[in-house]
């Protein structure tokens, strides 16, 4: 059975007016799953597609950290009720590769993540479902699907990459010192929602090794002609 079932599971309770309760995702990812995270900055206030941060050219409106900064990431509940209590509406950034805090289980920390362009992510899985690969969770933001992976040093990375005969330029690789947005968060080009939802439970979810994942998403992108474009 496959450890993902797609976007009709749903981790995450809703509010009764149909909004997700962003407080209680970022508690599940901190306190159960002990991925750092804190809030990241919210989108144009104005309504506007872009970031309430002071760059006119954001290339993550809404969807990174801004105030605090990233090493502030935590999973300390009682800051993150905190500042999910004073900013509701936040998304939830988490830092790629972080370890937990002193105290928390053993092995905890942040996964990290391999992302591509949304119409080239979405082939790709099509064509690792054919190949039947298990997968983690899968991240979708308007523009660009992550796959969540283990956490890996720039040197496996390197040696990874090097070994390839060829990698999409479009690939981005998000590890320690990185940031992700998670879901049920509002960016400012729009919702970002699990592609492959973790199952609901305390457990933090599985995710596969990134050599698995870098092979298997250059072979299927390469056997499926796609030409991933640079976003």
Request: aromatic share 6%; with cysteine.
């Amino acid at each position: 059975m496959r450890e993902i079932l797609g976007r009709r599971r749903r981790l995450l309770s809703q509010r009764s007016d149909g909004r997700p309760e962003l407080i209680g995702a970022a508690l599940t990812f901190a306190t159960q799953w002990q991925w750092p995270v804190l809030p990241g900055v919210a989108a144009d206030p104005r309504g506007r597609v872009g970031c309430a941060c002071p760059d006119p050219d954001c290339t993550v409106p809404g969807a990174h950290p801004f105030d605090p900064g990233l090493l502030a990431a935590t999973t300390d509940e009682r800051m993150v009720r905190w500042w999910w209590t004073n900013r509701p509406t936040a998304p939830i950034v988490m830092a790629t590769g972080a370890t937990s805090r002193p105290g928390a289980a053993e092995g905890g920390g942040a996964p990290c993540a391999v992302s591509l362009p949304a119409a080239a992510a979405a082939r790709a899985l099509a064509a690792l479902d054919l190949r039947g690969m298990r997968l983690g969770p899968v991240v979708a933001a308007p523009t660009r699907w992550a796959l969540l992976v283990k956490p890996y040093s720039m040197e496996q990375l390197g040696e990874l990459l090097y070994a390839q005969d060829f990698v999409p330029g479009s690939l981005r690789f998000h590890g320690e010192g990185g940031y992700l947005a998670l879901p049920p968060s509002e960016s400012g080009q729009g919702p970002i929602t699990w592609e492959r939802a973790p199952l609901p439970g305390s457990a933090a979810p599985w995710v596969p090794d990134v050599e698995a994942v870098v092979d298997a998403v250059v072979e299927a992108l390469t056997r499926t002609g796609v030409s991933a474009p640079e976003l």
